[in-house]
Structure formats: C-alpha cells, structure tokens
C-alpha cells in the first residue's frame, strides 16, 4: 500500500492517481479506501483543481473474503471424493477436472478436461449413448459406460450429472 503523501504526489506530477488507502472513520475505526484523484488543469497548464472520489472497499473485501471461503470449501470437498468430478461454471467456462483422475484413471486433469478429449476414452460401443445422455439438457442424468485408463485397460464408470445452479446475467 502507498502512502497517502505518495498518492497526493502521484497526482500532482502525473495529473492522476489511484490508490487503496487506509482511512479513519468518524468513530475512529479503520478501514481501506479506494482514492481516485483528477488534476484540472487550466489552458495554460496550471493545476485548478483536484477532482476525488473515495470509495470504501469494506463490502468489497468481505465479499471477495466470503468467496473465497465458499471455493476453498469446494475445492476441499471435491478432493474429498473418491471418484473424478468435472465441473463446468457455466457453458463456455473452462472444464475443471479434479486431481483423482491421475489415480484412477493415470490421465492428467488438464489432459481430459476437454469434453472431445474425454469422449475420445470412451469405448467405442459406449460413445453414441454416452454423447446423448452428456450433452442432453436434463436437470439430472446417469449413466454407465467404459472408459480407457492410461494404460489401456477398460473401467466401468457411472456418470452422474447434475446442474447445480444457474447463473442470472
């Protein structure tokens, strides 16, 4: 964090500056504030005035503190499966597969995280209903299938797919 000395310099030299300061509220509590400050200037150059605005981070920080507490519950949950989870924020996100894969199936997440990589494993006599059922829209679906592990051997999996939530844009 800069100093506010530092942040009324930058202004000055540069015309702009933006920082997170440290701030004191009427009671006396602390907390960070975004500064944001504007120098005015006249045609002939000379400063006439600073244009700020303030803005208290707390709301900010304790939602950014709270999502980061609900992900790391997620991800400590989903390592605590004994099977492969793949999830999918929503559609055009990233793939995430977890890091049991490498124990049960030997492939690395990043290598099956792609839905055509993943159906490239799938045994041949399985693709045509596992394609159906993955990419149909149902709320819930399940269904078995075998899928290549590394070393090529064949392994029964069941497929549970849920949607979880949706996402309001």
Request: avoid cysteine.
């Amino acid at each position: 964090p800069i100093s506010f000395l530092r942040y009324q310099r930058d202004a000055r030299e540069h015309g702009y500056a933006q920082a997170e300061l440290p701030a004191r509220r009427v009671d006396g509590t602390t907390f960070q504030m975004l500064g944001t400050s504007t120098v005015i200037r006249d045609t002939a150059g000379r400063p006439i005035l600073v244009a700020s605005s303030h803005l208290d981070l707390t709301d900010l920080r304790r939602a950014e503190a709270a999502e980061h507490e609900a992900e790391e519950h997620a991800r400590r949950t989903v390592l605590g499966i004994n099977g492969i989870v793949r999830y999918q924020a929503h559609a055009g996100s990233p793939i995430v597969v977890s890091r049991q894969v490498r124990e049960i199936l030997g492939h690395e997440p990043e290598d099956v995280a792609d839905g055509e990589a993943w159906a490239a494993l799938v045994h041949p006599d399985d693709i045509a209903r596992h394609r159906a059922t993955s990419e149909g829209h149902a709320e819930r679906s399940e269904h078995d299938y075998r899928i290549r592990r590394r070393d090529g051997e064949w392994l029964w999996v069941r497929q549970s797919t849920r949607e979880i939530g949706r996402a309001h844009v």
